[in-house]
């Protein structure tokens, strides 16, 4: 076999696994209710750990994971996704209609990559 042809089938071969790798709308869906449940969560502790005391704390902890599993649930709907065959790139609006809330995450090889993140305080207002 020639170098070509060599190089040829390892590029169909990649190609192939990648095709069959490429996470669907189903898993977009669990990674961006656990990575928005994390954010959300992670944004309520901060908000709340000025609150003094054992029960604030445990208090600011559930209401926070709760808060967490909210916006995951709400957000998991709210997405679009451009199929490429071999990866999909995902855009997730959470800001609605303001600019700066969306969302970019790249799905290859049943894994998601962010491409761009707003910050926090876009989200938020």
């Known amino acids: 076999m020639t170098p070509f042809r060599i190089l040829l ?5 990649v190609a192939g696994i990648l095709y069959v790798l490429n996470p ?3 898993k977009f869906k669990e990674f961006l ?3 928005l449940a994390e954010q959300a969560s992670a944004r309520a502790r901060a908000a709340g750990e000025g609150v003094g005391g054992e029960t ?3 208090i600011t902890g559930f209401l926070a994971d709760r808060l967490g599993r909210r916006a995951g649930s709400l957000a998991s709907d709210a997405f679009t996704r ?3 065959k071999v990866a999909s ?4 609006d959470l800001n609605g209609r303001r600019p700066g ?3 970019k995450f790249l799905g290859i090889a049943g894994w998601f ?3 761009e993140r707003p910050e926090m305080s876009d989200i938020t207002g």
């Open 56 to 58: 604030g704390g445990a």
């Open 24 to 26: 669907g709308p189903e």
């Open 101 to 103: 809330g969306a969302w």
């Open 89 to 92: 790139v995902y855009t997730a």
């Open 9 to 13: 089938f390892g590029l169909i071969l």
């Open 82 to 84: 451009e199929d490429y």
């Open 33 to 35: 209710q656990v990575e």
């Open 113 to 115: 990559v962010p491409m």
